[in-house]
């Protein structure tokens, strides 16, 4: 029974099962529990102290952050396998963004205090969850750095390359959030953003009916990410 809990436990993420004892697998375990949300959920707001070590075990969360214009910039999205929050769990140990639920999911909630304990034990572990850190900071980073570098056409194409070969592994999908949400992401307005995929959809890049997408061309979309 135990090495099945284990399994779906760890399944998927990228925290593989030979990084953990035995031992620690089963406290990691029982001291979790896993918790279903509906989506809009808040998981935690920004400004909240640090609770829980969350694992996504299926569903999708936002990573948001608050701007001075009163908007909230989408700075990441979590996918199944991943941690929720984890930087800000071993930083200031109060979260610097909020995450909210856009597709019901499942989460495991891993007691802090016994998470650390492993840690402080086990540096395979602890160095396994530093280079997740340092990837997932680096891509937001990077698209960061795109965003502000392309011109439009370019900020839509990354958009629709990031949720196709990044959250759905799928060229055809749902967007799981709204058109301000999608302008937000892209750096742009709503008009904005509706203008391009029109555009996109009457030049056959893409196939589009309301939420529903589908990408025709990935070769166009590749050339328009790389020149912007």
């Given at each position: 029974m135990g090495?099945?809990?284990?399994?779906?436990?760890?399944?998927n993420t990228f925290i593989s099962s030979d990084a953990l004892s035995e031992n620690e697998l089963q406290t990691l375990y029982d001291n979790s529990k896993l918790v279903k949300h509906k989506k809009k959920h808040i998981?935690?707001?920004?400004?909240?102290?640090?609770?829980?070590?969350?694992?996504?075990?299926?569903?999708?969360?936002?990573?948001?952050?608050?701007?001075?214009?009163?908007?909230?910039l989408i700075?990441?999205?979590?996918?199944?396998?991943?941690?929720?929050?984890?930087?800000?769990?071993?930083?200031?140990g109060i979260y610097n963004h909020?995450?909210?639920?856009i597709e019901c999911c499942e989460i495991y909630y891993i007691n802090l205090k016994t998470f650390n304990t492993i840690l402080e034990n086990n540096a395979k572990y602890?160095?396994?969850?530093?280079?997740?850190?340092?990837n997932e900071s680096l891509n937001v980073f990077n698209r960061v750095i795109a965003q502000n570098n392309r011109q439009l056409p370019g900020k839509l194409a990354d958009l629709l390359l990031y949720f196709s070969e990044e959250i759905?592994?799928?060229?055809?999908?749902?967007?799981?959030?709204?058109?301000?949400?999608?302008?937000?992401?892209?750096?742009?307005t709503k008009e904005s953003l509706?203008?391009?995929?029109?555009?996109?959809?009457?030049?056959?890049?893409?196939?589009i009916e309301k939420k529903s997408i589908k990408l025709k061309s990935f070769e166009i979309l590749k050339t328009l990410s790389k020149i912007g």
């Open positions: 090495d099945i809990i284990h399994e779906n436990l760890l399944a998981l935690f707001n920004e400004g909240d102290f640090t609770s829980h070590i969350f694992l996504l075990k299926s569903g999708l969360v936002k990573l948001s952050k608050k701007l001075k214009s009163n908007r909230s700075i990441n999205i979590t996918t199944p396998g991943k941690f929720i929050g984890l930087s800000s769990q071993f930083s200031s909020t995450a909210t639920v602890a160095m396994s969850l530093m280079k997740i850190i340092c759905y592994h799928s060229n055809s999908f749902e967007f799981p959030l709204t058109r301000n949400e999608l302008a937000e992401m892209a750096g742009t509706i203008r391009t995929l029109t555009e996109f959809k009457n030049d056959k890049i893409i196939a």
